[in-house]
Nanobody
Framework: QAQLVESGGGLVQAGGSLRLSCAAS????????MGWFRQAPGKEREFVAV????????YLADSVKGRFTLFRDNAKNTVYLQMNSLKPEDTAIYYC?????????????????WGQGTQVTVSS
């Protein structure tokens, strides 16, 4: 049973940066595509970004393209979400998730494993 643990969230001013990490254990990390989602209060969980098993391919939501990047280190069983030029509307709980395939279609229900989430708050 794979376990995912996010870290790196916090409070940052608009225009600032944060790097989120998602550490995986208990499973075959390198065989899973890894996604990031976020959920703001009163809103549905939304897709942010996904990376394939090797790190060669990524796909990001339009709302974060050009500001967020995604990469992974399979030797460390960790995936990272680098968030730059943060905006107040990026405020949410950020979750990492894993599934066995990479796709540009990223409904949350297609992901098998989830972390507990980390809070990101961007002040104006």
């Amino acid at each position: 049973q794979a376990q995912l643990v996010e870290s790196g969230g916090g409070l940052v001013q608009a225009g600032g940066s944060l790097r989120l990490s998602c550490a995986a254990s208990g499973g075959t990390f390198s065989r899973h595509a890894m996604g990031w989602f976020r959920q703001a209060p009163g809103k549905e969980r939304e897709f942010v970004a996904v990376i394939d098993t090797t790190g060669d391919y990524t796909y990001l939501a339009d709302s974060v393209k050009g500001r967020f990047t995604l990469f992974r280190d399979n030797a460390k069983n960790t995936v990272y979400l680098q968030m730059n030029s943060l905006k107040p509307e990026d405020t949410a709980i950020y979750y990492c998730a894993a599934r066995s395939y990479f796709s540009r279609s990223n409904s949350p229900v297609t992901y098998t494993y989830w972390g507990q989430g980390t809070q990101v708050t961007v002040s104006s």
